[in-house]
Nanobody
Framework: QVQLVESGGGLVQPGGSLRLSCAAS????????MYWYRQAPGKQRVLVAA???????NYADSVKGRFTISGDNAKNTVYLQMNSLKPEDTAVYYC??????????????WGQGTQVTVSS
């Protein structure tokens, strides 16, 4: 089994910064891609940032220039550095990953989510 555990959420003032972490553990053979999604109250879950094969990155237009996704392959961890935060960034942030184990092909895994609140 594979687990994803997020950390780093919290309350921050507009213009502030937070760094989220997502650590994958368990029976991991290969991590194909890792993603950050967010879900605001009453809205659908949307993709915020993606990292493929530890190199290629993509961002939602709403966060380009403010958020940066990065990874530490040795720790099986992906980070989301969030700068210049706005109230509209308030949401539960979820980590998602496509991971294969020694006994199976790629499967989709989700973390439990971490709350980010941007408010003065």
């Amino acid at each position: 089994q594979v687990q994803l555990v997020e950390s780093g959420g919290g309350l921050v003032q507009p213009g502030g910064s937070l760094r989220l972490s997502c650590a994958a553990s368990g029976s991991i053979f290969r991590i194909y891609a890792m993603y950050w999604y967010r879900q605001a109250p009453g809205k659908q879950r949307v993709l915020v940032a993606a990292m493929s094969d530890g190199v290629s990155t993509n961002y939602a237009d709403s966060v380009k220039g403010r958020f940066t996704i990065s990874g530490d392959n040795a720790k099986n961890t992906v980070y989301l550095q969030m700068n210049s935060l706005k109230p509209e960034d308030t949401a539960v942030y979820y980590c998602n990953a496509a991971i294969s184990s020694p006994s199976s092909g790629p499967r989709d895994y989700w973390g439990q989510g971490t709350q980010v609140t941007v408010s003065s």
